[in-house]
Nanobody, 116 residues
Framework: QVPLVESGGGLVQAGGSLRLSCAAPGSISSINTMGWYRQAPGEERALVARVTSSGWTAYADSVKGRFTISRDNTKNTVYLQMNSLKPEDTAVYYC??????????WGQGTQVTVSS
């Protein structure tokens, strides 16, 4: 179990912004891929964005152009900048360490609620 710790969630109005952070207990420089997932009530957990150690990124179609994932290896932290938030972005957001394309280690999640 890797104690990833997410923070930065909260309640925001539609059109607003939030930045999520995911802190790892040790160095992430050797971790190839980290990602953010989300799970809304009654839905399966789904990929939002992922970033490799070289900085390559990928996004779900629903968040392209609005969300930006980044990582700071010096701070052992991965970020998710979320702009132009919509009510349908409401979910619990989870940070993950991926092995290949498979998430293997999770954080505890942080709630994001977007009001209309």
């Amino acid at each position: 179990q890797v104690p990833l710790v997410e923070s930065g969630g909260g309640l925001v109005q539609a059109g607003g912004s939030l930045r999520l952070s995911c802190a790892a207990p040790g160095s992430i420089s050797s971790i190839n891929t980290m990602g953010w997932y989300r799970q809304a009530p009654g839905e399966e957990r789904a990929l939002v964005a992922r970033v490799t150690s070289s900085g390559w990124t990928a996004y779900a179609d629903s968040v392209k152009g609005r969300f930006t994932i980044s990582r700071d290896n010096t701070k052992n932290t991965v970020y998710l900048q979320m702009n132009s938030l919509k009510p349908e972005d409401t979910a619990v957001y989870y940070c993950a360490i991926l092995i290949g394309l498979t998430p293997r280690y999770w954080g505890q999640g942080t709630q994001v609620t977007v009001s209309s």
